[in-house]
């Protein structure tokens, strides 16, 4: 097994895909952008930088104050008019700036700068009439529709930071994101389509803001007409109170370091972190790796990044970046099998989408399908292929490339965070010879290292964990209200130099390849999920004393969550009672952070493998869930624990969702 591993990796490190011939003519990356990055980094960035409208410049491109950063400093600048004014102004107003596809059959909207552009302003007129000033945090919690990009552009024109909470999240994931950031007012809809039917969001929003009277107002955009509780003292309908508004509005200059907005996301601990972006240096960072990594023409491409808002990709692919460069995107509402799995490949047809950026595990799942869904659609708009969110499996990676990309698209694999803002370690797809597989090398004007435990750099074919060597623009600016978490959490475990929580490995080219979390976070469907978030959920039921939860290797989904539950009391529950509470168990999880974190199995178990100092040992529930062979058992306080467990779960179905 091992050697055959071995051998297979030894196979796919060493194949290439060179450029292809016009990419590497004509893409916006040549060459000499890593050499002329290399030598003067933050000359590289400040060029990237002036490629946007600032209202003042800066006179200082990097203050670093380890680990405290600001960029641009001095310069002022408007997010909003960077992606919608200036392209108006600069005679593209008629160019579309999204093609929205709705979930049902048939509704589209095509929206042009120009329209995105009054849109944008009436709806920062109605935050003003609302009472929301500059520096007042927004909560959004909306389907995939373009009022969320205008509610975005809204808050960041009036210098309100949003936070965007994924709509899959529950009423109480909402609830504890509104009350960290102190939200003053929560855009939401009456609901959204998914898989077609319409889900509600307003109760959701009815139950997160009950009592907590910092929330002034809920604006409320009606997008599936269902019925809705509704509150005359705080609800309003976005209809009766943007549509009014006048399109004009004078965009403020906003300091470059103004805070643009804060996205959660798990970490290691129960509670998620509010991920802090500014305006200057994140929207260079994301223009600046828009424009070359998916090589942009904006005068032609057609930009699909088939994320949701409600995550970093979203945020950085799907509005910032593609619209501070003037770029026509697809913005589609619902998921890859509405209307038949072949939906993606006729939107793709439809609309003459030029580049696409998904996740491995969308990928995965076209792959089980089956290659006939895409083949029977005309798919020679495609030009260049992008990956997020997780390792791509070489097979998902060479499949993408061939029954998507026709063997003739490059494949880039890009690396990032919610942290890092944008991309950080990817091909350059007119520069580099691509492995299946590998995000290969850093992007220009970043500075990034694979160390081994003492912090030594790894020769080429060692492995280690990821570090960024050197502060970047996109970079978070720090975890809101909670500063000392941000020091412990990134720039505690070296000196400073960023911890990103990933393990790397360097090939024999010095090539890079990443391998996954090495903290307690699982990464699922591509979606950050910590495993003592899920515990901290478990728990929280009456029946539950005590719980362990661990990622195992899903074929689609990457990881699945695996939960090891012991029940309160010692009576012994009957298979039935058991199944009740295990059903009961996986709808509390949903219910406590939201669908996506629900256990894909849960097995209840009389005790858990301890340490003689009463740790749990998960190493070896991962090896239990993944059906391998025990790791080394001689810590355990009891060994029969282990044993007993590996046989229950030898024992029990494994139920897919
Ligand atoms: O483990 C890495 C994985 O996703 C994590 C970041 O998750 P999140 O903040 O939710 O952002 C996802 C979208 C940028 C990373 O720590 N990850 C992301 N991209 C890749 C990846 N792992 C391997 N290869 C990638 N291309």
Redesign the pocket.
């Known amino acids: 097994m091992a050697a055959e591993a071995e051998l297979s990796a030894l196979l796919t490190e060493s194949r290439r895909f060179p450029p292809p011939a016009d990419f590497a003519r004509d893409s916006n990356a040549q060459p000499e952008i890593y050499e002329r990055a290399h030598l003067d980094r933050l000359k590289f960035w400040s060029e990237q930088a002036s490629r946007l409208k600032w209202d003042e410049p800066w006179d200082q491109v990097l203050d670093w104050q380890a680990p405290f950063a600001r960029w641009f400093v001095g310069g002022k600048l408007n997010a909003s008019v960077n992606c919608v004014d200036r392209h108006v102004e600069a005679g593209n107003g008629e160019r579309i700036a999204y093609h929205w596809i709705g979930e049902p059959e048939g509704e589209t909207r095509d929206i042009s700068y120009a329209q995105l552009k009054d849109m944008v302003c009436q709806a920062a007129n109605a935050l003003t009439e609302l009472g929301v000033a500059k520096g007042d945090r927004v909560a959004i919690y909306m389907p995939m529709i373009p009022e969320t990009v205008v509610a975005m552009l809204a808050c960041a024109r009036i210098g309100a930071p949003h936070t965007v909470v994924f709509a899959g999240f529950s009423a109480d994931a909402l609830r504890n994101r509104i009350i960290d950031c102190d939200a003053r007012l929560v855009i939401t809809a009456d609901g959204g389509f998914r898989r077609g039917t319409a889900t509600a969001l307003k109760p959701a929003v009815d139950n997160a803001v009950a009592g907590l009277d910092g929330v002034r107002n809920v604006l409320v955009v009606r997008r599936t007409g269902q019925p809705v509780d509704w509150d005359d003292a705080r609800d309003r309908w976005w209809h009766d109170v943007v549509a009014g508004q006048s399109t004009e509005h004078t965009a403020p200059a906003h300091d470059s370091e103004h805070p643009l907005y804060v996205m959660y ?1 798990s970490g290691t601990t129960a509670k998620p972190k509010g991920i802090l972006h500014t305006t200057g240096g994140y929207l260079t960072h994301v223009s600046a790796t828009h424009r070359l990594v998916f090589d942009i023409k904006p005068e032609s491409d057609v930009f699909w990044t088939a994320a949701d808002i409600g ?3 979203g945020h950085s692919y799907i509005v910032y970046g593609p619209l501070a460069n003037g770029t026509t995107s697809v913005l589609y509402e619902g998921t890859p099998d509405a209307g038949g799995r072949d939906r993606w490949w006729r939107i793709v047809e439809e609309k003459q989408v030029s580049i696409l950026y998904t996740a491995p595990t969308t990928i995965r799942t076209f792959m089980k399908w089956g290659e006939q869904f895409p083949g029977a659609h005309d798919l020679s708009s495609l030009r260049l292929l992008g ?6 499996n070489p097979e998902a990676w060479i499949w993408y490339r061939k029954h998507i990309g026709g063997d003739r698209c490059p494949v880039v ?7 890092t803002g944008g991309i950080m370690i990817t091909p350059l797809p007119g520069i580099t010879a691509t492995k299946p597989g590998s ?1 290969m090398t850093a992007f220009p004007g970043i500075s990034v290292d694979v160390l081994d435990n003492g912090g030594k750099p790894v020769d080429n074919g060692g492995g280690g964990v990821l570090v960024v060597t050197e502060p970047w623009p996109g970079m978070l600016r720090g975890i809101w209200g909670d500063d000392e978490r941000y020091r412990q959490t990134y720039w505690s475990r070296f000196d400073e130099l960023y911890f ?3 393990g790397a490995k360097r090939d024999v080219d010095g090539d890079i390849w ?1 391998l ?2 090495v903290d307690d976070v699982m ?1 699922v469907s ?3 999920i910590s495993t003592t978030e899920v515990e901290s959920a478990l728990v929280s039921h009456p029946s539950v004393a005590e719980a362990a939860v661990v990622g195992a290797t899903d074929a689609i989904t990457g990881q699945g969550i695996v939960a090891f539950v012991t029940v309160k009391g010692d009576a012994a529950l009957d298979s039935k009672a058991g199944e009740q509470l295990i059903a009961d168990l996986r709808e509390h999880v949903a219910e406590q952070i939201g669908k996506i974190a629900r256990p894909r199995q849960i097995l209840l178990t009389p005790e858990l493998p301890k340490t003689r100092s009463g740790k749990i040992m998960r190493r070896l529930l991962r090896d239990v869930a993944e059906h391998r062979e025990l790791g080394d058992v001689t810590t355990l306080a009891d060994p029969t624990v282990v044993n007993m467990i590996d046989e229950m779960m030898a024992t029990t179905t494994h139920p897919e969702e």
């Open positions: 996301t995550w970093v990709t990956s997020v969110g997780e390792p791509i694999d890009t690396w990032w965070q919610t942290e995000a990103a929580g990933d990443l996954g979390r990464n591509g979606h950050r």
